[in-house]
Each structure stands twice: as structure tokens, then as C-alpha cells.
Nanobody, 112 residues
Framework: QVQFVERGGGLVQPGGSLTVSCAAAGGFFTAYGLAWYRQATGKQRELVASIDKDRKTNYTDSVKGRFTISRDNAKKTVYLTMNSLKPEDTAVYYC??????WGQGIQVTVSS
């Protein structure tokens, strides 16, 4: 069983920056891929970014050049650094390990 501690969400103004993190407790981490999903109110959940065990990354088009996913295997933590935030980035963000274990979600709100 894998449990997560998510940190860093909150309210930020348009154009601002925010980093969310997700630390895994228990279980495996290093050998598996990680991802961040998000779900805005009234919309389907979407994949935002992923990073595999070799640190190869992928991003959905709407966040390319603005968001960066990274991992620290020693700390069993995955990060999502978000720059140039837009109101449409407002959503609950979820970390996922091995396409199987989900964090509880953390709210990010972009508003003036």
C-alpha cells in the first residue's frame, strides 16, 4: 500500500508560480513512472505531465513551456513546478505512481 502527502497548493494570481509536491510513504518508488493529473470543476480528469524511471518527461500541450515535472528518488517525492499560471489551470491536482496509486488531490486556484 502506498500513501501520499501532498503539499503546496493554494491561491495564486495569474502569471504567478506555484510548486506542488507529493511524497510517497511506503512501497516502491524508484522503478516506476509518476504523473500529475488534474480535474477542473465540471471537466474530465486530464493528464498534465509524466516522468518515467529514467526521468524522461512528457507534457500536455497546454502546459508545455510553463510546467516542469521532476522527481527526487531519495525523498520519494515528485514535484510539479508551475509558472505563468492561467485561470484555466485552476483544478484539483493529483499525483499518480505506476498508473495505479493516486494521491488525494490538492487544490490549485489561479485568480486575481
Amino acid at each position: 500500500q502506498v500513501q501520499f502527502v501532498e503539499r503546496g497548493g493554494g491561491l495564486v494570481q495569474p502569471g504567478g508560480s506555484l510548486t506542488v509536491s507529493c511524497a510517497a510513504a511506503g512501497g516502491f518508488f524508484t522503478a516506476y513512472g509518476l504523473a500529475w493529473y488534474r480535474q477542473a470543476t465540471g471537466k474530465q480528469r486530464e493528464l498534465v505531465a509524466s516522468i518515467d524511471k529514467d526521468r524522461k518527461t512528457n507534457y500536455t500541450d497546454s502546459v508545455k513551456g510553463r510546467f516542469t515535472i521532476s522527481r527526487d528518488n531519495a525523498k520519494k517525492t515528485v514535484y510539479l513546478t508551475m509558472n505563468s499560471l492561467k485561470p484555466e489551470d485552476t483544478a484539483v491536482y493529483y499525483c499518480v505512481l505506476a498508473n495505479q496509486y493516486w494521491g488525494q488531490g490538492i487544490q490549485v486556484t489561479v485568480s486575481s
